[in-house]
DNA sequence: GATGAATGAGTTTTCATTCAT
DNA sequence: TATGAATGAAAACTCATTCAT
């Protein structure tokens, strides 16, 4: 009797947008990704695209929040589970690598293309830096748990360290996708690790 | 009549046109600069600049080219000057941080666009890489360099540290650009190398 | 089962619909008005609207109607009221120039919009011919009655004279909005009903 | 050796994109009208309208300033050329029915765009403003001419008397388009001036 | 070689109308 | 009969590139 449709199935709509966009995205880039592509590759009409999102660029900060809410959930998961804060840093340090070594190219694409966009707009740039600030306090507030327990020396600086860590995992990322390295990433994650382990640990 | 003569002068011209399109590209970025831009900024007439570039693409190309050239030679010369394996990494840093802190952000700018295009274009990608491998082989030399010599651990992974360092840098002028968080420069070199170096030294 | 029940709802459900679209149209004019603008105003869901009109022009059409046939009974009523011609013209002014006065600028914005779709839509035209010349008609009649009884003059051109007084009245309504002219509307009436009569009384 | 050309070549083009507009506005109407019309009627490419024109309302509006500026400076010649203040009247009247019956209906429904246009843009009715007001000061002046001289009444009210003057032969051009109505322009003409010449002479 | 007017495919976005529920 | 999600043609506008002069 009604076209009314259940707010699940929004979502769900929405959700199947967002997901061709990923790939378009990711595969080819924002700019040249364009609508007709999504049209083609998400099945749904323009008009039923523009339904769901204001614009190309509502439609792109959507995947941007969603993106980082995971990535953010996921690392919180991680930490929470460890006891003491050299196990939470190694553990996270396994998720990152994992993360980039299994789930392939795409994600570090999407983060690239997350990355110039927030570098131009005002709006992405505080979403962006909201995303990031969060990870950071994460890793920040890990490290000075492990100051605090006598793991680590008195004298690291954990908001150093934290921005540290977070852009040398966010430029291996870049690198592998700007450079096409075929890193081995045992071997970096375990570079990292024992660097980091031996430069902080008392 | 003398073709030196007229490759000097092509030189200069070239010159003129990408220093010009660096304005434009970190301010705007690639995608938001147009040609008109360009002729505007360089006050060279369209047919010109298409005399000196084959494409917006190939002008590009041109410039990040140049960009790592520059970056590479004047890392190696820093590098050069110092005895010490230590000392090599220290006055890079510094040189790093240097730039980042008074360049200010322009040239990190223009670095995040060379990266999303190295990773659309396999050209870009082509020549990125071998920038990259340049850079990261100057590092991994320097650290086998310390190895030898005995001033760092036997066991350091000396290509793996060397990505570590590449990308934490890489990682730390992209996120100031992209989340504007202003870094205390002093603070992270500090921590950077302290942890480097009481990680690696023997 | 009862049709006069239905009718009645019918009906009501229509008016309730032109209300809320003469606000949108005269307010933003008919190509700027959506008929998602309308659904929003009049509250109506997109298909009960278009189950009452066939279309967006028809509803324009019928809201010209309406329209139209309020101001001819209108001016009729006061024409019937008054005994001499002058006295009728003199009424006509009154009531126009009262109109222009207080109703402010809607319903003239209404009336160009009417005017320019009649100028394009030969079934607007149609319409909109038919109801002028009604209103020109009962003028022209007004100002006969009067050549008959010697109010005015016998040279009087009755039907040329209506047709200049309805066009000036339309036209001071389309300058008020066009050129926003604050006009004094009584001099203006005062000037045109003492230039008409002295210009035809004997 | 250059494609740079002349100023008049340059308006030459202008005006040819003008011209076919004229053609499609009139026609068909400001919002019937698309770019791709025009880009069919006048035979250029869209860049090159767009290289000519900003947007479609700057065509627009340059074409209306266009016409009124036309419209402003003949009806300033034949008044200029008249000696008494009846005679300048009368000329006018002449020149704008003369207009209305040959000119055909082109120029009158440009008109009627103009002054819809004028209605819900705020810069065209500035435009739309200053160049009635400016007709109409001509007529008022023409007016106080004639009271100063003794040709007219002292009461007559020289402002409101042209405002409705104006008024009646925009009324009379519209209701012509609008309603289709064919009228005889010699009584019509011949009508307003005995009825303004034996409402306002001494 | 130099110039910049012209090109036109391609972009994002809107909106009257339809129709499955 | 009512609903509003979906449609898709059409709109205004952009811009890398070409080419006549």
Redesign the interface.
């Given at each position: 009797m009604s076209p009314k449709v259940s707010d699940e199935y929004k979502t769900m709509m929405r959700e199947k947008i967002l997901e061709a966009s990923i790939t378009l995205f990711s595969r080819?880039?924002y700019?040249?990704t364009s609508m007709d592509d999504i049209v083609e590759e998400s099945g749904f009409s323009k008009g039923a695209i523009y339904g769901y999102f204001d614009s190309k660029e509502a439609l792109f900060i959507e995947l941007q929040k969603k993106f980082a809410t995971l990535n953010y959930l996921e690392l919180k998961a991680v930490i929470d589970k460890e006891k003491t804060a050299l196990a939470k840093l190694e553990r996270t340090a396994d998720l990152v690598f994992a993360s980039m070594c299994e789930v392939s190219e795409e994600m570090c694409?999407m983060d690239?293309?997350?990355?110039?966009a927030?570098?131009?707009s005002p709006k992405m740039?505080k979403q962006?830096?909201f995303q990031?600030?969060a990870v950071m306090k994460l890793l920040e507030d890990t490290i000075k748990e492990g100051i605090e327990s006598g793991e680590f020396r008195k004298?690291?600086?954990a908001?150093?360290?934290a921005?540290?860590l977070?852009?040398?995992?966010?430029?291996?990322s870049?690198?592998m996708?700007?450079?096409?390295?075929k890193?081995?990433w045992d071997?970096?994650k375990?570079?990292?690790v024992?660097?980091?382990?031996?430069?902080?640990t008392v």
């Open positions: 080819k880039g700019h040249e694409l690239l293309e997350f990355q110039v927030s570098s131009r740039r962006h830096r990031q600030m004298e690291v600086d908001n150093s360290l921005a540290i977070i852009s040398a995992i966010g430029g291996l870049n690198l996708v700007t450079a096409g390295i890193f081995k071997k970096i375990e570079a990292l024992s660097t980091v382990r031996s430069g902080i």
